[in-house]
């Protein structure tokens, strides 16, 4: 089944504690991107990446990394997460970064930050 | 920039009821136009979308067409069910930035038996 899974799909730390969110596409997909989603804001842009070892940032980028090392592969980083970290998380894959190519999310990580 | 606004929501309807929810953009050049549906619980899903002027989505009974004179993209459903209970999310992808989708902020739709 083609599909882009995430882990953990719940997480709660501590300010300060390192985490790594995985996202993973069996679709062979090269555009990746992950968004958080917030009430009232909808879901913005944190990092996308156009394929392996090509990463750029996207609207709000700050406290976050990514790496993309292999292409189904795409992992968000929060090297010392903070409360306004508290979101839920989407990545989310697409056959090319083309404009009329569906984007396929995973089922979410809500984190949250203590 | 581009940007997408949608209307606010909750909006509660008895089944059978027509259903409009509001999308306007702005944006330069030609964008691509899409309404997706998020039911709890669940990541995003593509309902529908349209690529040019004049075009109309259509997918599971709803429709949007995207009207350039309007920069409007408003879903329409005319007999919704309780099964359409949802969260929807006007979006646009814009002609000369094709790496990065804008979304609304999102209508939550609840749909009473």
């Known amino acids: 089944e083609a599909q882009v899974t995430q882990n953990p799909r719940y997480l709660i730390t501590v300010t300060g504690k390192k985490l790594t969110v995985t996202c993973s596409q069996n679709?062979?997909?090269?555009?990746m991107s992950w968004y958080r989603q917030d009430p009232g804001l909808g879901l913005r842009q944190i990092y996308y990446?156009?394929?392996?070892?090509?990463?750029d940032k996207g609207d709000v980028p700050e406290g976050y990394k990514v790496s993309r090392k292999e292409k189904r592969n795409f992992p968000l980083i929060l090297e010392s997460p903070s409360p306004n970290q508290t979101s839920l998380y989407f990545c989310?894959?697409?056959?090319?970064?083309?404009?009329?190519?569906?984007?396929?999310f995973g089922p979410g990580t809500r984190l949250t930050v203590l | 920039g581009n940007s997408v606004t949608q209307m606010e929501g909750p909006v509660t309807l008895s089944e059978e009821a027509f259903l409009t929810i509001n999308c306007t953009y702005t944006?330069?050049?030609?964008?691509?136009l899409f309404w997706y549906v998020q039911y709890p619980g669940e990541g995003l899903q593509l309902l529908l979308k349209?690529?040019?002027?004049?075009d109309k989505g259509s997918n599971k009974g709803f429709e949007a067409t995207y009207r350039k004179e309007t920069t409007s993209f408003h879903l329409e459903k005319g007999s919704v069910q309780v099964s359409d209970s949802a969260v929807y999310f006007c979006?646009?992808?814009?002609?000369?930035?094709?790496?990065?989708?804008?979304f609304g902020s999102g209508t939550r739709l609840s749909i009473r038996p």
């Open positions: 979006a646009l992808m814009g002609w000369s930035s094709a790496s990065k989708i804008i």
């Open positions: 349209a690529t040019k002027a004049d």
């Open positions: 679709m062979n997909h090269e555009y």
């Open positions: 989310a894959s697409s056959q090319t970064s083309g404009r009329n190519d569906e984007q396929f």
């Open positions: 990446s156009m394929n392996v070892e090509v990463t």
């Open positions: 944006a330069t050049g030609y964008p691509s």
